[in-house]
Every structure is written in C-alpha cells, then in structure tokens.
C-alpha cells in the first residue's frame, strides 16, 4: 500500500522521525495500527451501550458527564 503526502507533509514527518530517532516509515505504520486498535475500541464501546440501550438500563446525566470526563483523559 502506499500513502501519496505532499512534500511538504513528507517533510515533516522525515523532521518528526529525526527528531524523535525513528525511521518515517515505521511511524506511519505504527500510527496507522493505532488508528486501526481506537476504532475498534470505540466501535466496542458504541455495541455495548446499545445491548444497554436495548435492555432499557440507562444511567443518569451526571454519571454520564463523569464517564466522558474520564474517557477524554485517556
């Protein structure tokens, strides 16, 4: 696969990887998978608060808002 950057975008990766010692490929890669493992994360999320949803167990606002408070911290 390959991913089409402007130079301009190519350029700033190759001064992030010297900056933090790693090869610009690898970075691309790894930032992808990362990518790859949050979605499925928050997919899992969305499918468990539906079967909730479905099951009519609902929490109130304020247990809500400290939910997302903590899941934003992440």
Known sequence: ??????PEQESQLRRLAAYL?????????DAALRMVG??????A???KGLE???RGEFIDEAEMDMR?????QR
């Open 52 to 54: 909730y949803a479905d």
């Open 1 to 6: 696969m390959e991913v089409p950057l402007t």
């Open 38 to 43: 949050e979605d499925a994360r928050v997919r």
């Open 68 to 72: 997302l408070v903590r899941m934003l």
């Open 21 to 29: 010692g790693k090869e610009p490929g690898k970075m691309v890669i």
């Open 45 to 47: 999320t969305a499918r």
